[in-house]
T-cell receptor, first 112, second 113 residues
Framework: GNSVTQMEGPVTLSEEAFLTINCTYT??????LFWYVQYPGEGLQLLLK?????DKGSNKGFEATYRKETTSFHLEKGSVQVSDSAVYFC???????????FGTGTLLAVQP | NAGVTQTPKFQVLKTGQSMTLQCAQD?????MSWYRQDPGMGLRLIHY???????DQGEVPNGYNVSRSTTEDFPLRLLSAAPSQTSVYFC????????????FGPGTRLTVT
């Protein structure tokens, strides 16, 4: 069945450092891919998405490219801020199921 | 718009008690769903609904019931609470079941003792 694998956290970075959070997926067909962000004490919010191979989703300085050949959707940001501290979830919709499947989440802590 | 609202924010139950977690949205979304969030396990789908009068089971439905009598409301009922149901519960809604953005409520933190 469909599944999403994210890198283990927590990830601790200094302000202005480069961020990569790895996400790989397993799915049949052509799923849509998402990154959601959860700030402390809040629900999840959509950060970005890509619906087909080679699409790049971007928002708030974050980017992720849908790579079908490596079944990956890694999240990147060139210069993180303290306000980016949150839990980031990679998610998949489509393929063999009609449900949104989430990864386990990666905690990012950015220190000043 | 209030978006997706959930009540209560916190709840403590004793084993065997029942309760209802409330969820409402004011965006006229057809699709609504309930997830539970547990450490190291991400979010797991409990039940979902594609419209008023229609519900279906997700990944972990046992011990929970839902109904969808209106477009706006999608309550989650715990029939007989167990410690394994200690979790954070999120309600979400979206225009359709497809790849559209899901909007999440702020969550309900439930502890079962």
């Amino acid at each position: 069945g469909n599944s999403v694998t994210q890198m283990e956290g927590p990830v601790t970075l200094s302000e202005e450092a480069f961020l990569t959070i790895n996400c790989t997926y397993t799915a049949t067909g052509y799923p849509s891919l998402f990154w959601y962000v959860q700030y402390p004490g809040e629900g999840l919010q959509l950060l970005l998405k890509a619906t087909k191979a080679d699409d790049k989703g971007s928002n708030k300085g974050f980017e992720a490219t849908y790579r079908k050949e490596t079944t990956s959707f890694h999240l990147e940001k060139g210069s993180v801020q303290v306000s980016d501290s949150a839990v980031y979830f990679c998610a998949l919709y489509g393929g063999a199921t009609n449900k949104l499947i989430f990864g386990t989440g990666t905690l990012l802590a950015v220190q000043p | 718009n209030a978006g997706v609202t959930q009540t209560p924010k916190f709840q403590v139950l004793k084993t065997g008690q029942s309760m209802t977690l409330q969820c409402a949205q004011d965006m006229n979304h057809e699709y609504m769903s309930w997830y539970r969030q547990d450490p190291g396990m991400g979010l797991r789908l409990i039940h979902y609904s594609v419209g008023a009068g229609i519900t279906d089971q997700g990944e972990v439905p046992n011990g929970y019931n839902v109904s969808r009598s209106t477009t706006e409301d999608f309550p989650l009922r715990l029939l007989s609470a167990a410690p394994s149901q200690t979790s954070v519960y999120f309600c979400a809604s979206s225009y359709t079941q497809g790849a559209s953005e899901q909007y999440f409520g702020p969550g309900t933190r439930l502890t079962v003792t």
